[in-house]
């Protein structure tokens, strides 16, 4: 069974700095994209930033220049550096894989259980 946890969510005030890491661990052949998602409270969730096996990144454009998402293919991990955090930053931050249980099978999808972050003085 795969399992998808994030850790690092916390407290912090504007302008300050966290670090989020996502673990992926199982019966995982291979992971191919792995992305950071966020989410408030009646809203839907959007995705944050993405990586590819190779290293190709994306970012939204609210967080561009401020957040950094790396990944470890050796490990199945992932995180997140969260720079000059500001208020509209604080949601619950998913992290998600798309992976291979089998090298001739499909991909499927899977979610962590989520994070808080809370920007706040």
């Known amino acids: 069974q795969v399992q998808l946890v994030e850790s690092g969510g916390g407290l912090v005030q504007p302008g300050g700095s966290l670090r989020l890491s996502c673990a992926a661990s199982g019966n995982i052949f291979s992971i191919n994209v792995m992305a950071w998602y966020r989410q408030t409270p009646g809203k839907q969730r959007d995705m944050v930033a993405r990586i590819t096996t190779g290293g190709s990144t994306n970012y939204a454009d609210p967080v561009k220049g401020r957040f950094t998402i790396s990944r470890d293919n050796a490990k199945n991990t992932m995180d997140l550096q969260m720079n000059s955090l500001e208020p509209e930053d604080t949601a619950v931050y998913y992290c998600?894989?798309?992976?291979?249980?089998?090298?001739?099978?499909?991909?499927?999808?899977?979610w962590g259980q989520g994070t808080l972050v809370t920007v706040s003085e």
């Open positions: 998600k894989a798309l992976l291979r249980l089998d090298p001739r099978g499909p991909q499927f999808q899977y």
